[in-house]
């Protein structure tokens, strides 16, 4: 077999890997030691995260024709890829949560959602809160004034206007 074709089934999986993802952020990990790898990857597959180390001439193969072209750019060094197929923003942040332990690695650049991220853009990108915690806020904003209008209303209710008690205690004496 030429390596060629030892070398296709690798290529495929990147492929798969990638396909209808919402995010591929590209993470330079040279130096990160074992503890901090370890940690890394379990909170990215506790988040449905995929992250794989593969060959960067096997990654350019797979990346090219498609959405995630503009990171062949990126490829040299020790690189890896994590996968996010739910929500566009988990691996970033997760990542960027790690980066304060381990300073040596970087987030070099992304793409979520067809849009291509510089590494400056995948940090900005980090700081947007999940999907959940945003329709969280969201829900918090709509029922806030509905909650401050009930209390108001409780309130009102609950007071007896003193102009009232006063007029009916106004015949009984007479």
Known sequence: MAKVELKQPIVDE????????QSVVLVNYLGINVAGDTSL?????????????????????????TDLEPLCEHLFGANAIAVSKDDPVAAARIIKKH???????????????????DAAGVTALADIPSRDELL????????????????????IAEKQPEGEGAAEAAPAEA
């Not at 990147?14 to 993802?21: E, G, P, Q, R, T």
């Not at 990857?41 to 024709?65: C, D, H, I, P, W």
């Not at 980066?99 to 991220?117: D, F, H, Q, R, W």
């Open 14 to 21: 990147i492929s798969a890997n990638v396909k209808d993802a």
């Open 41 to 65: 990857r379990k909170e990215l597959r506790e988040s449905g995260v995929v992250y794989k180390v593969y060959k960067n001439t096997l990654m350019k193969r797979a990346f090219q024709g």
């Open 99 to 117: 980066l304060k332990n381990n300073p040596t690695i970087s987030m070099v650049a992304a793409v979520a959602e067809g849009k291509y991220y």
């Open 136 to 155: 969280g806020r969201l829900l918090g904003s709509i029922q806030s004034p509905i909650t401050n209008f009930a209390r108001v209303l409780k309130q």
